[in-house]
Structure formats: C-alpha cells, structure tokens
C-alpha cells in the first residue's frame, strides 16, 4: 500500500499553487498596466501573502493567455540586503532574465 508520504504529496512539498482573489486582483493590476504601456513596475506588500508564487507560477501563463508572444515577462525576486550595491543587483536581474554573458562594470560606465 503506499502512502501520501511515499509518493511526497504536492501538499508535503508545498509545491502547488491556489488561484485566490489577491493573485486575481494582483494579475489584472499587471494587465492594466501592460495595457497603459508601464514599462516596469515593482510588486511588494506583507510577507507570505503570495506574491512570490503570483508571479512564478500565475504571471507568465496568464499574460502569454491575454498577450501571446507580444509580451516579454522577466522576474526578479530580490531579498532586501543590509548592504546594497549595484554589481550585486545587476547579477540577479541578469540571472533572473537567463542572461549568459559576463557582466563587465567600471565606475563610469556599465555593459552587458
């Protein structure tokens, strides 16, 4: 006989996501956005309210639905640092878009 645990439940592994009103409200605030042509925008509100997993695991399918291919959907989730700087926060918008080349930077100009 198995059980939930053998066969590690989506439920066990927190890996599944619920469609509630917020990530509702929060999607259709994106697609005005995108509509009234807002080239960036950032996201915040209460910790563990859902935000991270909206725009992992709702965001891109639900935009590709509404826009298809006409829309580009990068995501950076980015922890607030005692230190900030910029090299550290150029890195994780590189990684977070996938990008594969080196970042090369000096104090009065930066390329990709």
Known sequence: MTTV???????????YALYTAPIDEM?????????????????YGLSRIGKSKAVRDWFPALLRESYGDRLAVFRLIYAQQNQSSQLSFLKR????????????????KSCW
Not at 27 to 41: N, P, S
Not at 98 to 106: A, Q, R, W
């Open 27 to 43: 999607c259709k605030q994106v697609e005005r956005w995108v509509d009234a042509r807002i080239t960036g925008a950032y996201i």
């Open 5 to 15: 645990r053998d066969e590690l439940h989506p439920l066990l592994l927190q890996s």
């Open 93 to 108: 918008i590189a990684h977070g878009i996938n990008h594969n080349h080196i970042l090369i930077f000096s104090k009065v």
